[in-house]
């Protein structure tokens, strides 16, 4: 086969049935449509109520804006593929997608930190809180998220420009994804996916460990509390973002960490639509 720095590639992730296709355009459709309208209502309702201008909805806010990007930077073309049976997409398009995935999956990421990290300190720290949590460090922690995810996604699509990848083949995915395009590679990758596994575990593992100890402290706090009644609402406050880190990270893991063999199972494929296009509907 040739080889070319920059390629064609055809999305043969989702099914060629017609009528399987009409059935997955329908539901995905209708998925990514309530995944628009639930985050812009949610963030017309915190714009427009004052008693919301607190640092939890602001980094929800945050996060809903993130969603709305996230999804349309795989929805759309995912839908057009379906409705036109047009599966073709180029090189330059494959890494600006691949671009803004990682952009806006790294901001998921960090803003769930965030949030764990708000949580964190008004349950452990009541008193201080006001103080900790002022809206210029508020403002400072989302600004410096925001740099950290376009540094990490920028090196990482500029990292896939020096490959040379195999024309004309087909990607087994339904938008571009940086696993696929390593296998379809035909110079060598080893020190591209060393130099990315540093960066996905310094930007993957590291917000996550903060996630976890957060709610330790959070546990331990909450143990201390001598009412029920008290226990019960401080982890009302932390029920729903604990809820959206596990579904987050157990479909991310579900995706990546992988055998090799299983790497185009349909599992996969339903895993990274429930983190696409579930979980921000579900915000």
């Not at 060629?16 to 355009?25: A, C, G, I, Y």
């Not at 209708?30 to 909805?57: C, E, F, K, Q, W």
């Not at 600004?143 to 996604?153: F, L, R, T």
Request: glycine share 4%; net charge neutral.
């Amino acid at each position: 086969m040739n080889c070319s720095k920059n390629p064609d590639f055809v999305l043969s992730g989702l099914s060629s049935d017609p009528d399987k296709m009409q059935l997955l355009f329908s539901l995905l459709l209708a998925l990514y449509l309530l995944s628009l309208s639930r985050n812009v209502l949610l963030l017309l309702a915190i714009g427009a109520d004052l008693h919301l201008h607190t640092p939890m909805y602001f980094f929800l806010s945050q996060l809903s804006l993130v969603d709305l990007c996230f999804t349309t930077t795989t929805a759309p073309r995912m839908l057009e593929a379906l409705w036109t049976s047009s599966r073709s997409i180029s090189f330059s398009e494959c890494l600006a997608q691949l671009n803004f995935f990682a952009l806006f999956a790294n901001m998921d990421n960090l803003l769930l930190t965030a949030m764990a990290i708000d949580h964190y300190a008004a349950i452990c720290h009541p008193l201080h809180y006001p103080l900790l949590m002022i809206p210029c460090r508020c403002g400072l922690l989302v600004g410096g998220s925001w740099e950290v995810a376009h540094s990490d996604s920028l090196i990482q699509t500029l990292m896939l420009t020096r490959l040379s990848l195999y024309t004309n083949l087909k990607i087994p995915h339904f938008f571009c994804n940086f696993g696929p395009l390593f296998r379809l590679s035909c110079s060598d990758t080893h020190l591209t996916k060393d130099l990315m596994m540093v960066l996905t575990g310094l930007l993957g593992i590291s917000p996550l460990l903060c996630i976890i100890s957060s709610y330790v402290h959070i546990f331990l706090a909450v143990a201390r509390v001598p009412s029920a009644q008290g226990k019960k609402k401080a982890l009302a406050t932390c029920t729903s973002h604990l809820s959206m880190v596990i579904l987050f990270y157990s479909s991310v893991f579900a995706t990546y960490l992988k055998s090799p063999s299983a790497s185009h199972a349909s599992g996969e494929l339903g895993a990274v639509v429930l983190y696409t296009l579930v979980i921000p509907t579900l915000n």
